[in-house]
C-alpha cells in the first residue's frame, strides 16, 4: 500500500458523516446524490435552493482543499474514454436500478440500519468486487 493516508482519510469520512447528518437534522433529507441530482432535473420550487448549494459543495470542494493544502495529488487516468463512458453509464443505470447510490444507501442507509440499504450495499460491494475480478485480473483491461 503506498497511497495509505489513514488520516485524510478519516478525516474525509467525518465530514462526509458530517454532511450527511446536518442535512437530516436541517431539512430532513437523505444525502444520496443521485436523488439530490435527480431533484434538480425535475425541480420543486422549494428543493432547488438546498440541492443547488449541495452539488456546488461538492464541485467547490477539491479546489478548496487544493488551495488550502497547496496543490492536488497528481492523478492518472489509465483506462480509455470509450471504457469510462460506458462505466458511467453502467453506474447510472445501477443507480436507478437500485434506487440510489452508494451515498444514499451506503452512508445515509446503513446508518439508519435500513434493510434495503444493507442488501443495496452488499450488492454494489459485489458488483464492484466482481468488476475488479475481471478486469484486472482475468482480462487484465
Do not use: K, Q
Not at 493516508?5 to 447528518?21: H, R
Amino acid at each position: 500500500m503506498e497511497n495509505f493516508t489513514p488520516v485524510s482519510a478519516a478525516l474525509g469520512g467525518v465530514l462526509i458523516g458530517l454532511s450527511a447528518v446536518l442535512l437530516w437534522l436541517t431539512h430532513g433529507r437523505i444525502a444520496g446524490i443521485s436523488g439530490i441530482v435527480g431533484g434538480l432535473l425535475t425541480p420543486r420550487t422549494r428543493d432547488v435552493g438546498w440541492r443547488a448549494a449541495f452539488i456546488l459543495g461538492l464541485i467547490a470542494g477539491p479546489p478548496i482543499v487544493a488551495a488550502l493544502a497547496g496543490g492536488m495529488p497528481p492523478v492518472a487516468v489509465t483506462s480509455s474514454a470509450g471504457l469510462l463512458i460506458v462505466g458511467g453509464l453502467l453506474v447510472g443505470y445501477g443507480t436507478r436500478l437500485g434506487s440510489g447510490c452508494t451515498s444514499g444507501h451506503g452512508v445515509c442507509g446503513l446508518a439508519r440500519l435500513s434493510p434495503r440499504s444493507i442488501v443495496a450495499t452488499g450488492v454494489f460491494l459485489t458488483a464492484a468486487i466482481t468488476t475488479v475480478l475481471v478486469t484486472r485480473h482475468l482480462i487484465g483491461v
